[in-house]
């Protein structure tokens, strides 16, 4: 694709999986990509890919895409094909009807993570300029919505504090509900070298995941915790860091308040967060809290990457903070090698919550309550806006449920098999009048829409997608949309549709307004990202090539925030009727609930979920490696197979998610995190028993 004279950056795309961004040159025979072949230059990945991100292009020419707009008047009346112009004008028709008929907070819209930077951007602007209400919501909510609490609090901005290259300088690395060989495999790549070379690792999973022990690497410290004890056993490790005096004086005298440093020392010292008491209640010996926590205080250069183990919890938000609390205590933030890294699951978690796709927060995380932001954006869009947050997910379903909400904008979401609680989503939809689609393929959430609108594949559209290290990279349209409108195009016609005046001809001038209000992406520009390849914000007057690392001389918020995280067990309990706690991961080779890696060739690597379950689980319930069990929990049960391993503790059982026959979230909770309502899906009272098959 690269023709004589272009320079080679033109052909330069990013990957659409997951949160590390790799830059990939897309190879093209035709019309269609026939190899996605890693950038060298590419700053996120260096040259290197998994298996995931090099046979993406496979969804893009799948036959199971739909390419042509349907309609139906029922959800159970057939598809009719219809035009775009019809289908436009069929969604403005009923958005209007319902805002008439039940009022302005009808409707709302729901973006996603996969999406571009300007997609998402629009999506919430049509929210807000077009339907006059904050109903908006984003799939980050259902997983990184407590990082962005935990992060803004304690530090000032909602974003992890390195760059990739920065773990080249860590001594110890803690890894926290985070399995980065199968989640992040091109970070994970990197940091293995760096352990290879002599750096300590500690990890705190209730799964012995691959990092553990692997070969040329071992862990200095696992501390398998039971389910639900993350805060737990952060607040013990403090606790022996505060005992023993191995905090960081002079940081926290000049980086944050050393009263609340004071008040929260005084509160890791209470006895419930002593090891031995945490070991009473997560099950990890006292001496390995003792061991981990003195190594990550005085080790070196110590850096701490998460993932959804840590946020995915009744108590994500309280843990996101736990971990600030220690990165703050042993001054490990401010300079390479060190920080706090959340590892984002999806290709733009990270900019979809940049982009004020959240109820409460217009772009660059700035409330919606603060008069001077709204002012900005009433002067370019020529409305006013609402004050008052609006509906998150789970309220639009609760509405939707009790007559007030009518009206959902879906785009690249597949809100019925990645939400939990799976029955209250379905009745949800259900009782919605009209659901609009706008996805690559008939998923599982089309079964309850009235309207279905096409969606394009990350190698038929141009854009920006901004990775877990804040890394803003371009993605460009490398083929044309085989369904006609590249994504930013269809919200835009949505928007004329509605009566407003929208006239974009290119994303880069979504960009351009987005840096104009934005002052995070002040200087963000197509041009600056051609020419540097990519920037991570904040990129603006002060840093106008961007930021590596954040935080360095002073938090984003002036003193850094200690924060009391006092451990409250979930309300998920086990019993006789539920004795084991199951909690769930992914695989290498699959992303998510597999609508796109199931579409190409990664397919053969994964053919089913399996239940990881401990020999003495399985013995006293007779079952053998590989016999059909039934999982079930109180929300609902679920049949795979069984695969029996050490790798899981006794009482605690593992499954993915990446099969729509396996529907694992039929089972998970109906609980979520007490600030952002981030599901708990990763604590979840099960039974195991026999079965003869789905
Ligand atoms: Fe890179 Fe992640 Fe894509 Fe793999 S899935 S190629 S690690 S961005």
């Known amino acids: 694709v690269i023709e004589k004279g272009m320079p080679e950056w033109s052909a330069v795309t990013t990957c659409a999986y997951c949160g590390v961004g790799c830059s990939f040159i897309a190879e093209m025979k035709g019309e269609d990509v026939v190899r996605m072949v890693p950038y060298k230059a590419g700053k996120a990945n260096?040259?290197?890919?998994?298996?995931?991100?090099?046979?993406?292009?496979?969804?893009?020419?799948h036959k199971d895409r739909i390419l042509r707009p349907m309609v139906r008047e029922k959800i159970t009346d057939p598809?009719?094909?219809?035009?775009?112009?019809?289908?436009?004008?069929?969604?403005?028709?009923?958005?209007?009807?319902?805002?008439?008929?039940?009022?302005?907070?009808?409707?709302?819209?729901?973006?996603?993570?996969?999406?571009?930077?300007?997609?998402?951007?629009?999506v919430q602007k049509l929210v807000r300029q077009g339907f006059r209400n904050n109903n908006v919501d984003t799939c980050a909510r259902v997983c990184h919505s407590p990082t962005g609490y935990g992060l803004k609090t304690t530090f000032g901005t909602s974003a992890g504090t390195q760059d990739f290259d920065s773990v080249e300088q860590a001594d110890?690395?803690?890894?926290?509900?985070?399995?980065?060989?199968?989640?992040?495999?091109?970070?994970?790549?990197?940091?293995?070298?760096?352990?290879?070379?002599?750096?300590?690792?500690?990890?705190?999973?209730?799964?012995?995941?691959?990092?553990?022990?692997?070969?040329?690497?071992?862990?200095?410290?696992?501390?398998?915790?039971?389910?639900?004890?993350?805060?737990?056993?952060?607040?013990?490790?403090?606790?022996?860091?505060?005992?023993?005096?191995?905090?960081?004086?002079?940081?926290?005298?000049?980086?944050?308040?050393?009263?609340?440093?004071?008040?929260?020392?005084?509160?890791?010292?209470?006895?419930?967060?002593s090891p031995e008491a945490v070991e009473q209640v997560s099950g990890v010996p006292a001496e390995t809290i003792r061991g981990a926590a003195r190594l990550y205080a005085t080790g070196g250069n110590a850096a701490i990457y998460y993932g959804l183990g840590v946020t995915e919890h009744s108590q994500g938000s309280t843990t996101v903070m736990a971990i600030a609390n220690l990165a703050m205590a042993t001054g490990n933030i401010g300079r390479p090698g060190v920080g706090v890294n959340p590892l984002r699951?999806?290709?733009?978690?990270?900019?979809?919550?940049?982009?004020?796709?959240?109820?409460?927060?217009?772009?660059?995380y700035r409330h919606i309550s603060e008069d001077a932001t709204r002012a900005i954006y009433e002067a370019l869009w020529?409305?006013?806006?609402?004050?008052?947050?609006?509906l998150r997910i789970p309220n639009m379903l609760d509405a939707a449920l009790e007559g007030s909400f009518k009206g959902l904008y879906i785009q690249g979401e597949d809100i019925l098999q990645s939400d939990p609680n799976t029955r209250h989503v379905a009745d949800g939809l259900a009782a919605m009048e009209c659901v609009v689609v706008h996805d690559l393929f008939l998923n599982e959430t089309a079964n309850y829409a009235h309207v279905f609108l096409p969606g394009s594949t990350f190698l038929e559209k141009d854009g920006t997608f901004t990775n877990a290290e804040r890394r803003i990279n371009?993605?460009?349209?490398?083929?044309?949309?085989k369904n006609g409108y590249a994504d930013w195009e269809v919200t835009q016609k949505l928007a004329q549709s509605l009566?407003?005046?929208?006239?974009?001809?290119?994303?880069?001038?979504?960009?351009?307004?987005?840096?104009?209000?934005?002052?995070?992406?002040?200087?963000?520009?197509?041009?600056?990202?051609?020419?540097?390849?990519?920037?991570?914000?904040?990129?603006?007057?002060?840093?106008?090539?961007?930021?590596?690392?954040?935080h360095v001389g002073g938090f984003v918020r002036g003193k850094g925030k200690f924060i009391r995280t006092a451990y409250v067990a979930t309300d998920e309990k086990t019993g006789p009727r539920f004795p084991l706690l199951l909690t769930t991961g992914r695989v290498l080779s699959q992303y998510n609930v597999g609508a796109q890696t199931r579409r190409t060739a990664n397919?053969?690597?994964?053919?089913?979920?399996?239940?990881?379950?401990?020999?003495?689980?399985?013995?006293?319930?007779?079952?053998?490696?590989?016999?059909?069990?039934?999982?079930?929990?109180?929300a609902g049960e679920t049949t795979l197979r069984a695969k029996i391993t050490e790798r899981v503790a006794p009482g605690v059982v593992y499954t993915t998610f990446h099969h729509p026959a396996t529907q694992a979230n039929v089972v998970t909770t109906e609980y979520s995190d007490w600030a952002t309502n981030c599901p708990e899906y990763k604590v979840t009272a099960v039974q195991v028993t026999p079965s003869n098959g789905p």
């Open 345 to 364: 699951g999806q290709n733009n978690v990270q900019g979809s919550c940049d982009m004020g796709s959240f109820p409460h927060e217009l772009p660059g």
């Open 499 to 550: 009566g407003l005046d929208w006239n974009y001809a290119h994303p880069s001038e979504i960009m351009a307004e987005i840096a104009a209000t934005t002052p995070s992406f002040a200087g963000v520009s197509y041009e600056l990202l051609d020419r540097e390849g990519s920037v991570q914000w904040p990129c603006n007057e002060k840093a106008p090539t961007g930021t590596p690392v954040m």
């Open 382 to 390: 020529g409305v006013k806006l609402d004050d008052e947050p609006g």
């Open 172 to 273: 110890v690395v803690m890894v926290i509900g985070a399995n980065p060989t199968d989640g992040h495999p091109v970070f994970a790549s990197r940091l293995k070298k760096r352990l290879r070379q002599g750096a300590k690792l500690i990890v705190l999973d209730p799964r012995r995941i691959d990092l553990v022990r692997s070969p040329h690497v071992e862990a200095a410290f696992h501390l398998p915790l039971k389910p639900g004890t993350n805060a737990a056993v952060l607040n013990a490790l403090a606790h022996v860091i505060v005992s023993e005096g191995l905090f960081d004086e002079a940081f926290i005298r000049e980086r944050c308040d050393w009263d609340e440093f004071q008040d929260w020392a005084q509160f890791v010292l209470e006895p419930e967060n």
């Open 603 to 634: 397919v053969v690597w994964h053919e089913e979920d399996r239940l990881e379950i401990h020999p003495f689980d399985a013995e006293n319930r007779g079952i053998r490696d590989g016999d059909w069990v039934k999982l079930a929990s109180r």
């Open 474 to 481: 371009r993605v460009r349209k490398v083929m044309e949309p």
């Open 79 to 122: 598809w009719r094909e219809v035009t775009w112009e019809e289908a436009f004008r069929h969604v403005a028709n009923e958005f209007r009807r319902i805002q008439y008929q039940y009022g302005r907070s009808a409707v709302g819209g729901i973006t996603s993570s996969r999406c571009t930077n300007e997609e998402t951007y629009l």
């Open 46 to 61: 260096r040259g290197h890919s998994c298996v995931k991100g090099r046979f993406a292009y496979g969804y893009a020419i």
